[in-house]
């Protein structure tokens, strides 16, 4: 597709659940993040990925969290037993060429709700 | 560590009224500078930015200087539009460093 997709776009689950979010980066890009954008909150710095290897997982809260990609293009946020704190837009972006400016281009997130 | 610290909102204006969000910074070295942009229902999308000190970086209308010496990114627009209502984030990324730290945004409201 044109742009970076994720899905679903919105998600409620019951506490203690596990879910999935899915990110679909532009074609050909090399570099994907995942933040997390909480109320009234910045962006925050989850993972970064290059190709399949993640080299920076230190944005990570908890290792209830965690990622992967495969085939250097889809990249999955798995968060186990899922608690209320987690409830949050999570935004995946990706780029091209960490030389090039450092512009990322963004999915629409998916809206995490934990009841 | 490297962060941002933008002015917080939310801000209500005027249609053609004068913008202006303030951004400073706090970093090693000389980052380089972004304004990233989130309209309603859409994705955050790269507004303009600056790379070396003095750069002024421009786009729609709204524009923002690269401060070394005050350590801001002040973004500006002359006369804003009601199309303009969006969440405004300034972000830095450090040299060598291949993620950005974005400010917690500014919500700005245009009243026709």
């Known amino acids: 597709g044109a742009g970076v997709s994720q899905s679903p776009s919105n998600k409620v689950t019951e506490k203690g659940k596990d879910v999935e979010l899915r990110c679909d980066p532009i074609?050909?890009?090399?570099?994907l993040y995942w933040y997390r954008q909480s109320l009234g909150q910045g962006l925050e710095f989850l993972i970064y990925?290059?190709?399949?290897?993640?080299?920076?997982k230190s944005g990570l809260p908890s290792d209830r969290f965690s990622a992967e990609r495969t085939g250097g293009s889809v990249s999955t946020l798995t968060i186990q037993r899922t608690q209320q704190e987690d409830s949050a837009v999570y935004l995946c972006a990706s780029s091209s060429d960490r030389e090039d400016t450092g512009e990322l281009f963004f999915g629409e997130g998916s809206r995490l709700t934990v009841l | 560590g490297d962060s941002v610290t933008q002015m917080e909102g939310p801000v209500t204006l005027s249609e053609e009224a004068f913008l202006t969000i303030n951004c400073t910074y706090t970093a090693t070295g000389y980052p380089s500078l972004f304004w990233y942009v989130q309209y309603p229902g859409e994705g955050l999308q790269l507004l303009l930015k600056?790379?070396?000190?003095?750069d002024k970086g421009s786009n729609k209308g709204f524009e923002a200087t690269y401060r070394k010496e005050t350590t801001s990114f002040h973004l500006e627009k002359g006369s804003v539009q009601v199309s303009d209502s969006a969440v405004y984030f300034c972000?830095?990324?450090?040299?060598?460093?291949?993620?950005?730290?974005f400010g917690a945004g500014t919500t700005v409201t245009v009243r026709a």
């Open positions: 074609s050909g890009h090399t570099a």
């Open positions: 990925f290059q190709g399949n290897s993640a080299p920076d």
């Open positions: 972000a830095l990324s450090a040299l060598n460093d291949y993620k950005l730290s």
């Open positions: 600056a790379t070396k000190a003095d």
